[in-house]
């Protein structure tokens, strides 16, 4: 069963935080129903918002389905999000590795529905109720 600690919250603290200082990225952690790791992020010089209209659009014109525009926030998937192009594929990259640190794992078999891992990831660019501050030109 999925748990995380506010210890374990507290021990990979430092290395999530280096990540988003190196980016120049401000946000916060915390622990949701004491099985998921969160990182809030409030702002920052990275257009994440800018980066997500772009990937839908692209996505939308090759499948030729409806584009969704990414107005103030969203979630990132932190099974693909550091798949993204450039900047914001190293960022994610490293703030996931960050977030499941040394005691991570994933022993998970979707064949049998049998679902095990050490704890769950969410990443938020801003919230439902204050937006991404994108403070880049």
């Known amino acids: 069963m999925a748990y995380v600690s506010q210890d374990q919250k507290k021990k990979?603290?430092?290395?999530i935080k280096a990540v988003l200082a190196k980016y120049?990225?401000?946000g916060t952690?915390?622990?949701?129903h004491h099985s998921t790791l969160v990182v809030n992020i409030k702002e920052g010089v990275l257009?994440?918002?800018?980066?997500a209209n772009k990937k839908n659009k692209e996505y939308a014109e090759r499948t030729g389905s409806q584009f969704y525009e990414v107005k103030d926030n969203y979630q990132a998937n932190p099974y693909h999000a550091?798949?993204?192009?450039?900047?914001f594929g190293e960022f994610f990259g490293e703030?996931?590795?960050?977030?499941?640190g040394t005691d991570w794992f994933d022993e998970s078999d979707i064949m049998t529905d049998y679902f095990h891992t050490a704890w769950y990831l969410d990443i938020n660019i801003g919230k439902w109720?204050?937006?991404y501050n994108?403070?880049?030109v």
């Open 12 to 15: 990979l603290a430092p290395g």
């Open 24 to 26: 120049g990225v401000k």
């Open 29 to 32: 952690i915390g622990v949701n």
């Open 47 to 51: 257009d994440f918002i800018g980066n």
């Open 82 to 87: 550091q798949d993204d192009e450039g900047v």
């Open 95 to 100: 703030l996931i590795a960050a977030m499941k």
């Open 129 to 131: 109720n204050k937006p």
């Open 134 to 136: 994108y403070t880049g």
